[in-house]
């Protein structure tokens, strides 16, 4: 099938040579990065995780979102979602891959990442990190390239493909809930020290997945022959709808448990974000666009009319993207690192190269997708079409 | 695609994955394996002082001002070749002199005297006895020593991931943010100088107690700083922490610091 990939318009050509470039010149940035070392970003004594990771944990959402059209499809046989599946699983993997590639180029010494299973590490959070990032990387390769080809062929896809199907809808779960494990466990770093951490994780990913998956599904029914399905974007519409919901409502009962309680090590990382502390706050407008873009979201998604409307759904789906992004891209680490653990604040702000070698690995992402989703309209197309 | 193909592929994917997995369960199987493996001998300094748990009683009514710190840290930075560099974000710290709402800032009361409002507290590695930045370590590279307690680092096997410096709750610990040697006062030929992108900290002079002396703060305070063993009831650290009212930094947390402070 890889041919489809291979054979498109000047437009495709002319997107992928874009995406390339992008990717280029994050490629440069990094071998500078690589030569000189971390201190070309923003990082610190004190923040010693920022926009690499910060990404990372959002895309290890997206990537977990796909299963909101796997779940109903195979679990629940909602034939609908027959035609998008392969797009949630396509749109897994692309995220994935910008992952594992985020953790790699925040890596200090990434030629060493060997050491990872030369020495492996039970007790460490990351050691499974790296096991369910990977194997669902695989489940998803293995089960979105099989049902795709047998489609194709017009057969019903192997059998042993079944229980893979089956064990990828509680993996999706898996890969988000280690993750907030990452940060969870940690003693004294208040912000994240909490239960919900995991859950909240969850809810902004099935936000944030399906509402990207929407917009390619829009994208894909101006672009090409094949139509996703009205039905189809409208349920996917209503989970987005259903999990900003869960998602805002999960932060306000950090906000109260945190106030209430009268915590410092709780407030203090969540005034800092919202109303600054201590003269900082270069957070500030930002965590408020956050919150501005999900209740957005929330108006345009719950209410039947404007989510009805093709259009408004599109401006949604990109407020709750960008909101939730917001939240975990930006805050969700910072904040958890400021102040820090001898309460002093030093703000972090991400580097121009920092940004751009990350602008580098989402190019080189959605060019992974961009070829994915070639394949998978190629196929739809002639089997369809 | 032809089935020969296939059937290679397929053996290829196969192979790779016996591969990854492999360490993995010797990890699991470690014990079992104890047994037959023999382990090879580091040959130990006669003169070598030993300990079940290294702990240090730091007496802060000794310390009065920056002064004070100041030779502590100097021989410290001296002896383990750790840089000054310019750019705060980019600081190597192994020890160092914080405010006290910085160092207890969950003990952090108000009204305190101005002196214990104005002068520095020294701060460094704990050497906790639950170390949370030896279970993060997603490669052993930082572990606890059994046989002493300490909680040292091996910076050839460190990959830069730095979830310990997240897991540490008393910001111990530094990342080589660049190339460190270029701003090295002057390169002691006794220690390793480090790389840029591994992470770094206090290691409770584990190169001086192997061969018989103290850590080189606690010879340097002359009399202030108090090292021994932990465990052992005859010892020094204990009868200070018998007979004086000491605190440990977020004692809360259950990471069970190893350094004690008399206030």
Redesign the interface.
């Known amino acids: 099938m890889l041919e489809l990939a291979i054979k498109g318009s000047k437009k495709y050509y002319g997107w992928m040579a874009f995406l390339l470039v992008i990717v280029g010149v994050g490629f440069l940035l990094y071998l500078k990065q690589l030569d000189?070392?971390?201190?070309i970003?923003?990082?610190?004594?004190?923040t010693?995780?920022g926009f690499y990771i910060a990404n990372f944990t959002f895309l290890v959402g997206v990537a977990a979102g796909g299963v909101m059209v796997v779940l109903p499809y195979y679990l629940h046989d909602y034939k609908a979602y027959g035609k998008v599946t392969i797009l949630g699983e396509f749109l897994a993997i692309a995220s994935v891959l910008m992952c594992v590639t985020f953790?790699l180029v925040?890596?200090?010494?990434?030629m060493?990442?060997l050491?990872?299973?030369?020495?492996?590490?039970?007790?460490?959070?990351?050691?499974w990190d790296?096991i369910v990032l990977n194997g669902y990387l695989f489940l998803n390769i293995i089960i979105g390239w099989n049902v795709l080809e047998a489609e194709r062929n017009g057969v019903h896809y192997q059998k042993w493909l079944k229980p893979l199907i089956y064990i990828s809808i509680p993996w999706a779960v898996s890969i988000h809930t280690v993750t907030a494990y990452?940060?969870c466990g940690?003693?004294?770093?208040g912000f994240w020290m909490t239960a919900i951490l995991a859950p909240r994780f969850l809810s902004s990913a099935f936000a944030a997945g399906p509402a990207l998956l929407i917009l390619l599904c829009l994208i894909i029914r101006r672009l090409t022959d094949f139509d996703p399905g009205r039905e189809q974007i409208q349920s996917l519409a209503k989970t987005v709808a259903y999990a900003i919901c869960i998602n805002v409502f999960f932060f306000l009962c950090e906000v109260f448990v945190s106030f209430y309680s009268n915590i410092p090590?709780h407030m203090d990382h969540i005034k800092y974000l919202f109303v600054g502390l201590q003269g900082h706050g270069a957070y500030v407008p930002w965590m408020w666009a956050s919150f501005g873009l999900m209740i957005v979201g929330i108006i345009l998604t719950v209410n039947p009319s404007t989510r009805k409307n093709e259009g408004v759904l599109a401006v949604a789906c990109v407020a709750i993207f960008a909101g939730t992004w917001i939240d975990k891209g930006l805050g969700m680490i910072a904040g958890g690192?400021t102040p820090?653990?001898?309460?002093?604040i030093?703000e972090y702000i991400p580097s121009i190269p920092e940004i751009m070698i990350a602008l580098g690995v989402w190019a080189l992402g959605f060019l992974v997708l961009t070829a994915l989703y070639k394949i998978a309209v190629g196929v739809k197309e002639e089997v369809h079409g | 695609m032809d089935s020969s193909r296939r059937r290679v592929l397929q053996l290829l994917g196969l192979s790779s994955l016996a591969l990854t997995a492999k360490p993995v369960f010797n990890a699991f199987a470690k014990e079992q394996a104890h047994a037959e493996k023999t382990e090879p001998v580091i040959k130990e300094s006669e003169k070598a002082l030993k300990a079940k748990q290294w702990a240090m009683v730091i007496d802060t009514r000794e310390f009065h001002s920056e002064e004070d710190l100041k030779p502590l840290i100097a021989v410290c930075d001296k002896i383990h070749n750790v840089p000054h560099l310019a750019n705060k974000r980019h600081e190597i710290k192994w020890i160092w002199g914080a405010p006290y709402h910085n160092t207890f800032p969950d003990k952090a009361g108000r009204f305190l005297s101005e002196e214990v409002e104005h002068k520095p507290f020294l701060v460094l590695c704990n050497h906790c006895e639950n170390p949370p930045c030896v279970r993060a370590c997603p490669t052993k590279a930082t572990f606890k020593r059994e046989s002493d307690g300490i909680v040292l680092m091996d910076f050839h096997r460190c990959i830069g991931c730095r979830f310990c410096m997240a897991a540490c709750p008393f910001g111990a610990r530094s990342f080589n943010y660049r190339d460190p040697r270029p701003f090295i006062v002057k390169i002691d030929k006794n220690f390793p100088t480090r790389m840029k992108g591994v992470v770094e900290k206090c290691n409770f002079c584990s190169e001086r107690l192997a061969v018989g002396q103290l850590p080189a703060c606690v010879e340097a305070a002359e009399g202030k700083l108090h090292f021994g063993d932990l465990y052992d009831p005859e010892s020094e650290v204990r009868e200070l922490i018998k007979t004086n009212y000491t605190i440990r930094r977020k004692q809360q947390l259950g990471t069970e610091p190893s350094v004690y402070y008399i206030v």
């Open positions: 000189f070392g971390l201190g970003t923003g990082l610190s004594r004190d010693s995780w953790i925040d890596l200090g010494q990434p060493r990442i050491n990872v299973f030369l020495y492996p590490s039970p007790r460490s959070v990351l050691f790296t990452l940060y940690l003693p004294g770093r090590d690192f820090s653990p001898l309460h002093e030093n």
